[in-house]
């Protein structure tokens, strides 16, 4: 019911900022949790970042905390990630994520992933 697409990745050097955009097609968005997942090189994919169906909770990795915002503008159908502060470990492959059962930081609990944008933070 819900389609995803990234964008927004790319080349940044350490210290700088992206934001990611993931836009989702069909209504009732704000009934989905979105998540932000990410993968890197050799890596598990792990979980970044979730935002409840109209943002009242927010989750972030400890990793990622203090750096990263997630936020969504329910009007457009968009979650997005801005990333500040940018570490080469941050590299990867970035992946939006809908799920219909609430908030949650498990992979498992999300039913809808988009195709994900690469994020490559130079030293």
């Known amino acids: 019911q819900v389609q995803l697409v990234e964008s927004g990745g790319g080349l940044v050097q350490a210290g700088g900022s992206l934001r990611l955009s993931c836009a989702a097609s069909?209504?009732?968005?704000?009934?989905?949790?979105m998540g932000w997942f990410r993968q890197a090189p050799g890596k598990e994919r792990e979980f970044v970042a979730a935002?409840?169906?109209?943002?009242?909770?927010?989750y972030y990795a400890d990793s990622v905390k203090g750096r990263f915002t997630i936020s969504r503008d329910n009007a457009k159908g968009t979650v997005y990630l801005q990333m500040n502060s940018l570490k080469p470990e941050d590299t990867a492959v970035y992946y939006c994520a809908a799920g219909a059962s609430g908030l949650a930081i498990t992979e498992t609990w999300y039913d809808y992933w988009g195709q994900g944008t690469q994020v490559t933070v130079s030293s």
């Open positions: 069909g209504r009732t968005f704000s009934t989905y949790a």
């Open positions: 935002i409840s169906g109209r943002g009242g909770r927010i």
